[in-house]
């Protein structure tokens, strides 16, 4: 009968189809970094991972979550190798057995990003906390991002430093995403608030708005990015071998300098470290 | 409403380029999708129609939660696939994590109460009328059921299109196991998350419009399909 | 298995129960004793016993509401008795059933074409697949339903849809055929090629068990009626004495039309 043909055709096509193996993916080695949400946006990967790729023969799988996740995915053996940036946490990563060694890779900065009309007057402070403490004063809108994320980590550190509690003020002015780096900037542009962004996101991202750079260039928002091989003793699974191929290629001159190379609207967004 | 005007004209122009990424994540989506919905259906049918059939002790209850799963959040599905999957979870071995048949299994979960529920409507409803027939004819149990679901094809099809529906355009599953990784795991959906987290919100729209029109034609495919059967064969 | 081919000359005299040529426990006779059937304490059927031993046409009558689908469906085996028993000659309750068919008043229609919802109950009884088309097709053309083979049953109107209902009974060549109004939706050029179908199965040898409103069609194809009245079984007679020497006033009145209250 003709609809049963029909009906058989049409189910033989939905096999072949969902049965196929997907183009292109010849089984070449591979690695997988967990990385920031940050790295991944500012397009880095794009510019970096390719030219690995060509003179090892190995691909990269780029996993981006916040640096909370990322230790976390690091714990559980579900990568090989994170490259994040919360210098104490990763340094406690290794401490606790998780992670083989922590190496500096590259570093840029933070900076506080807020609406053009600037009410708490963060522009004309040079300090990341007097500013911080400002926007405290005046009741200010400030979105966290509020995700154990390397930048949320630096933003606590911060209200430490300046001696500030704004956990008590969440809801009001103090507000916290619970997002990732680009949700909250979409976010903040709406609502017109204070932020602390990572230069990476910051200048790749494009729905800025009412946002504009007010405060940089204060050394406290130094912002170190580190490669964490996750520890084969923990996780017997990982791919250590390949990863200390990637890490000395990361870390040799050639990686250095592409990472220096790498630029945006004609910016560096990345330093390597010397 | 300018946001929208550039989005549409990005759509088009994404539509007529159709570059290998574009060509790659859609092709990807599709295949994610359509295997979890086959695998889902090969599931969701015969137990929604042993659910709708048989009386057990408990019944209503298993309805009820066949009912609630159907708006299960993907968020919670991903991670409880994650912790299955993940390599220090009981399925770690396999090496599923961050790869197309995590998100299968995903979606598969995700979709299994969708059809499973329908299809418990659809072939208890039937049931009431064919009952005394198909008892009169002395049909064994599973021939009873094979009719059913025969007899209910296009009501069934709509339920495997719901559940494809759902497939097709969900993100907190698949974003989780699969981690979007280019050219790997990296579908319709994880797109519209990255490029709305980095602020390029025309080429989300863009994207999620894309999105759209794929799962219409998919409707109207089987729309299609359906009205000349239904015409021919009722 | 089946009867096709043995031809039985229509007669109004008593024929002997038969074999067929499978050797299976024949059908015949029907035996109901003392039945009765109660839904929530009420009774819609009780203490009816009659015996059917002949492959002549049984016609059951009584007004509405007297419990004649009911009979039917409890000889079919669709419902057990409360009270009572059927027995369909040495066969096993299941046995029978399978040599049974039953065209209900409002026919399922399956959601196939006219030509599957006859292949499907010969495909359920196991009848091989070379058959099924044409042994359908023949019994689509013997109730006028051929040139519409191809088309979506659910499309049918209210009387093709018993013709085709016939048509999948007369396909399955059953020994025994329960009838319930089937003409109750038929315009009188269908009714009579449906009565036709009745006298010709009935020639072929397959025993008729039917009920019906109308007294014309009880006089053209009953060789013996069953009168019930709420419930009750009143006469079992040859159809001549139940029109013309009725014994009894409630028959009396329903042949000449009265309502029965």
Same mark, same amino acid.
């Given at each position: 009968m003709k609809n049963n043909k029909l009906i058989r055709l049409a189910g033989y096509m939905i096999l072949a189809l969902s049965l196929?193996?997907?183009?292109?993916?010849?089984?070449r080695p591979y690695i997988t970094l967990a990385s920031t949400t940050s790295t991944e946006n500012s397009g880095l990967f794009e510019h970096l991972l390719p030219a690995f790729s060509t003179d090892h023969g190995i691909d990269v799988r780029v996993v981006a979550v916040g640096t909370g996740a990322a230790l976390e995915l690091g714990r559980r053996c579900d990568v090989d190798v994170l490259l994040v940036h919360a210098k104490a946490a990763e340094e406690q990563f290794v401490a606790e057995g998780y992670g083989s060694w922590r190496r500096d890779v590259m570093y840029n900065d933070f900076l506080i990003v807020g609406p053009r009309t600037d009410p708490a007057g963060v522009?004309?402070?040079?300090?990341a906390t007097a500013a911080l403490g400002a926007i405290a004063e005046h009741k200010a809108a400030f979105l966290s991002r509020?995700?154990?994320s390397g930048t949320h980590k630096k933003e606590q550190a911060l209200w430490r430093a300046a001696g500030i509690d704004p956990g008590h003020e969440s809801g009001t002015w103090y507000r916290e995403a619970g997002s990732g780096m680009g949700a909250t900037l979409n976010t903040a542009s709406a609502m017109a608030a204070y932020t602390l962004a990572d230069r990476g996101t910051w200048l790749s991202f494009?729905?800025?708005?009412?946002l504009t750079e007010l405060l940089?260039?204060?050394?406290?928002?130094f912002n170190q990015y580190g490669l964490v091989p996750v520890n084969p003793l923990h996780?017997?699974?990982?791919?250590h071998e390949l990863v200390s191929v990637f890490g000395d290629w990361l870390l040799s001159e050639r990686g250095q300098t592409l990472i220096g190379s790498y630029r945006l609207n004609g910016e560096p967004l990345f330093h390597p470290n010397p | 409403m300018q946001d929208l005007s550039v989005a549409l004209s990005t759509a088009v122009a994404l539509i007529f380029d159709w570059d290998s990424d574009l060509r790659e994540i859609v092709t990807l989506s599709l295949q994610v999708s359509l295997t979890a919905v086959f695998i889902a259906a090969l599931i969701g049918l015969p137990v929604g129609a042993a659910v709708g059939l048989l009386h057990f002790r408990g019944r209503r209850l298993v309805i009820a939660a066949m009912n609630a799963l159907m708006g299960l959040p993907p968020v919670v599905v991903g991670l409880l696939v994650y912790l299955l999957v993940s390599?220090?979870?009981? &399925?770690?071995? &396999?090496? &599923? &994590?961050?790869s197309p048949a995590a998100m299968v299994i995903a979606q598969c979960v995700l979709v299994t109460p969708i059809i499973a529920a329908l299809t418990r409507q659809t072939v208890e409803d039937l049931n009431e009328e064919y009952a005394e027939y198909l008892r009169s004819l002395g049909a064994k149990p599973l021939q009873r059921v094979v009719t059913l679901l025969w007899d209910g094809r296009f009501s069934l099809l709509t339920a495997v299109l719901a559940g494809f529906g759902r497939a097709i355009a969900e993100v907190g599953a698949v974003i989780i196991v699969?981690?979007?990784?280019?050219?790997?795991?990296?579908?319709m959906t994880t797109s519209i998350t990255l490029e709305t987290s980095k602020g390029n919100l025309s080429l989300a729209l863009a994207l999620g419009l894309i999105l759209i029109c794929l799962s219409l034609l998919a409707n109207l495919a089987v729309i299609g399909v359906r009205d000349v059967a239904q015409r021919r064969y009722g | 298995m089946s009867l096709n081919g043995v031809t039985v000359k229509p007669s109004v005299t008593l024929a002997p129960p038969q074999l067929d040529e499978g050797g299976?426990?024949?059908?015949?006779?029907?035996k109901v004793v003392e039945l009765g059937f109660q839904v929530r304490g009420q009774?819609?059927?009780?203490g009816i016993s009659f015996e059917l031993d002949t492959h002549a046409t049984t016609v059951v009558l009584g007004?509405?509401?007297?419990?004649k689908t009911l009979l039917l469906r409890l000889c079919h085996g669709l419902l057990s008795p409360s009270t009572g028993k059927i027995t369909?000659?040495?066969?096993?309750p299941g046995e029978a059933a399978a040599r049974i068919a039953m065209v209900f008043q409002n026919p399922v229609v399956l959601r196939r074409s006219v030509l599957g919802n006859v292949t499907y109950p010969l495909r359920l009884r196991g009848v091989p697949r070379a058959q099924r088309r044409s042994r359908a097709l023949t019994a689509l053309e013997r109730t006028g339903l051929a040139a519409l083979?191809?088309?979506?049953?659910?499309?049918?109107?209210g009387g093709e849809r018993q013709r085709l209902a016939l048509a999948r009974a007369w396909a399955m060549e059953p020994e025994v055929l329960l009838l319930d109004e089937?003409?109750?939706?038929?315009d009188p050029q269908a009714t009579h090629t449906v009565e036709e179908l009745v006298r010709s199965l009935r020639a072929s040898g397959v025993k008729i068990l039917m009920t019906t409103h109308d007294l014309g069609q009880a006089r053209r194809l009953a060789d013996d009626v069953l009168f019930l009245n709420q419930g009750r079984l009143l006469r079992h007679m040859p159809v001549e004495r139940f029109f013309n020497?009725?014994?009894h006033s409630a028959i009396e009145a329903f042949v000449r039309g009265d309502l029965l209250l």
């Open positions: 196929a193996p997907s183009a292109g993916a010849e089984q522009g004309r402070i040079g300090s509020g995700d154990d494009t729905n800025r708005g009412p940089a260039g204060d050394p406290a928002l996780c017997p699974g990982v791919k | 390599n220090s979870g009981p &399925l770690g071995e &396999l090496q &599923l &994590l961050f699969g981690g979007n990784i280019n050219h790997v795991t990296r579908v | 299976a426990a024949a059908l015949l006779p029907l009774a819609l059927l009780e007004p509405n509401g007297a419990g369909w000659g040495r066969s096993s083979a191809a088309r979506p049953a659910r499309a049918l109107s089937p003409t109750s939706n038929l020497a009725p014994e």
